[in-house]
């Protein structure tokens, strides 16, 4: 049982530069969300999709798209990466409604020098 | 604005010293309170939620409890393996109807052998 699977697990960039960060669960969730994790500042949400076929952003979306490829696979792509997007991302995932778990995936580290 | 608050920022425990975190909230209509425990250089592991003032879980060594105003997260008798960081989050509104979980920074954890 994987639960939810992030790809890749390190990467660096140079400015400028873009890559994508993929996310896939099999607990056949509705919704899925990306994170980043920040010293000092908690995890915050980047955008979220409630449902397939939706997307919303989160706290700090600038900078960042996402994908919902179909219900299991939840794509954040950062088409040209500065050096303040060095961070840890967290991709997560949840059944439908507010108050229910959200499953958190293992991190992604990406460094943008 | 909802937010989420966590105290201390940092605890350092004997083995067997008991002790407990703190989480206090501020927003409107409580719609669960969630613990997570996140071990370094991976993603948060969900242990509690819990919905209503009055409400207690417990795993093990930890005990979680919630009024209205705050949670406690109880640690008895701690071992090293309770090291950790340990988030709380709760649903907060996010615009269209829509709720999404807001963390608080942490609290880390260390239990001394």
């Known amino acids: 049982n994987a639960g939810v699977t992030q790809t890749p697990k390190f990467q660096v960039l140079k400015t400028g530069q873009s890559m994508t960060l993929q996310c896939a669960q099999d607990m056949n969730h509705n919704s899925m969300y990306w994170y980043r994790q920040d010293p000092g500042m908690g995890l915050r949400l980047i955008y979220y999709?409630?449902?397939?076929?939706?997307?919303d952003k989160g706290e700090v979306p600038n900078g960042y798209n996402v994908s919902r490829l179909n219900k299991r696979e939840f794509s954040l792509r950062l088409e040209s990466a500065a050096p303040s997007q060095t961070s840890v991302y967290f991709c997560?995932?949840?059944?439908?409604?507010?108050?229910?778990?959200?499953?958190f995936g293992e991190g992604s580290w990406l460094t943008v020098v | 604005e909802d937010q989420v608050t966590q105290s201390p920022e940092a605890l350092r425990l004997q083995e067997g010293e008991s002790s407990s975190l703190n989480c206090s909230y501020t927003v409107s209509g409580l719609r669960g309170l969630f613990w997570y425990r996140q071990d370094p250089g991976k993603g948060p592991e969900f242990l509690f939620t819990?919905?209503?003032a009055g409400e207690e879980k417990e795993k093990e060594r930890l005990k979680a409890t919630l009024t209205k105003k705050e949670s406690f997260l109880h640690i008895t008798a701690p071992k090293p393996e309770d090291s950790a960081t340990y988030l709380c989050?709760?649903?907060?509104?996010?615009?269209?109807?829509?709720?999404?979980?807001?963390f608080g920074k942490g609290t880390k954890l260390s239990v001394i052998p």
């Open positions: 997560a995932s949840s059944n439908s409604g507010t108050g229910n778990t959200i499953y």
């Open positions: 999709s409630a449902s397939e076929g939706t997307t």
């Open positions: 989050a709760v649903p907060a509104y996010s615009g269209a109807g829509s709720y999404q979980l807001t």
């Open positions: 819990l919905y209503s």
